[in-house]
């Protein structure tokens, strides 16, 4: 994981306004309460893939033949 | 009788128009007059076009009057979710960004809905953008639930629903990203296909997660949704993800007969991975006992876990949503409803390694899905959970804490089709997903077509 779970709430505020956003109060508080729901949604994408496991949609130049 | 009217298939309504023993223009009035009535108690509307639905309808009836019938859409009346571009009529997305916006071009299906003879009735709401709702700050208010008002439609097709069950069209448009075609009529008990991803043009429709964008019909029956398949799907050189495979005739595969048919039952998913509400297990239960009648040979099959697929439609959907927003949330944040502008803030927390790894699982989780159906002509498995919420009961990250059964299909690409298969204790409808191979929309019409043919679900009709 990129984030600790139990990220605090200034540090989100600060993460989001890296990113550009400086939301409201209010939904910064609900933001950092879903946290937890997405972080786990985000650790069940972790499986040890190998290094040949491709991701579902590869780009294929032009002219190729699929 | 004229609301009589409203409630036609669309079957039964092409065949006494084909016979001139219904107008067009009648039929449109029709639909016009309830829409007026019925329409702020659902708001499945945003923009009703009835100029141009009387001059569709006009059209229609000269046409086959003359003796040029196009065939079972002609003079058929229609809505379409407000994000498909419609020529000279405002297309808005829900949202107080394009509240003003009136495409120069079709929507490559909304040409070919028009070249069938439609007549469109008017746009659908839809969550904003198709990705965020129930909101009441976007440009319009969310529509309700026509079996009770002060529920949720499901989404984000929120209008292409509401509209099928209130009698406010005969076939409507929606789109599917996660379940957005298929929850809808589930929560409103009518029928909703999502194609095989590829299948049907999204050129022209406005783009919630490009990978996963699905196209596709709401309407009362199964028949209904491949009298519309008939006109919509095929290859659209437009779409870069469109697929050049044959399109049959989805109606002639529409036999009754399911002597043989191998379903695999995806129970898992409603009864381990979630466990759903007593009365959707009750009516699977019900649904799989007529199945058996028909001839299905029914067999339990295992997949991945259902928040595997939940996990990796999500995460793909966000990442891919903010990249379409993310410039105009950061320069206009207040013409996005709070709903709306928080997920996409929260989406920004997710890294280019999250997405890249949701996708390595995408095509691990779509290899599963094809080995199981190597096996299996169709699977099926619940079309959501619980009951419609009400709209009041509803979190603004509801998405992110319980999976949508829906969300396994859309992350493979498979057709997979809502099909009503009962009613609550509440009186709102319950149902179930029937899933096909890429490709084999046919077969799943047909399912959901012979299931329809020996119940009476979808006879029923919402006191409005």
Known sequence: ?66 | MSDALCFLTVAEAAKRIEQQALSPVALTQAFLDRIEKINPKVNAYVTVTPERAMEDARRAEAEISAGHYKGPLHGIPVGLKDIYDTKGIRTTCHSKLYLDRIPDEDAHTVKLLKDAGSVLLGKLATHEFAFAGPAWDAAFPPARNPWNTDHFTGGSSSGSGAAIAAGLAMATLGTDTAGSIRMPAYFCGVSGLKPTYGRVSRQGVFPLAYSMDHCGPITRTAQDAAIVMNAIAGHDEKDPASALVDVPDYTAALDGNLSGLKVGLIRHFYESDEVADPEVIAAMNRSVERLEELGAEIQEVQLPNLRDFSACCQIIIMCEALGIHEDTVKAQPEKYSEIARDRLMLSSVLTGADYVQATRMRRQLTYDVNRVLEEFDVLLTAGGLTPAPRLDQIDKFYILQKPLVTTPFDVTGHPAMAVCNGFFANDLPVGMQVVGRAFDEATVMRVAHAYESVTDWKDRVPLL
């Open chain 1, 1 to 66: 994981m990129t984030e600790p779970t139990n990220i605090k709430l200034e540090d989100f505020r600060a993460q989001l306004r890296a990113r550009g956003f400086d939301p409201e109060e209010n939904s910064l508080r609900e933001m950092h309460a879903a946290l937890p729901h997405l972080n786990a949604l985000r650790a069940r994408l972790r499986r040890g893939y190998a290094h040949s496991d491709e991701p579902a949609h590869v780009f294929k130049p032009e002219g190729a033949k699929s």
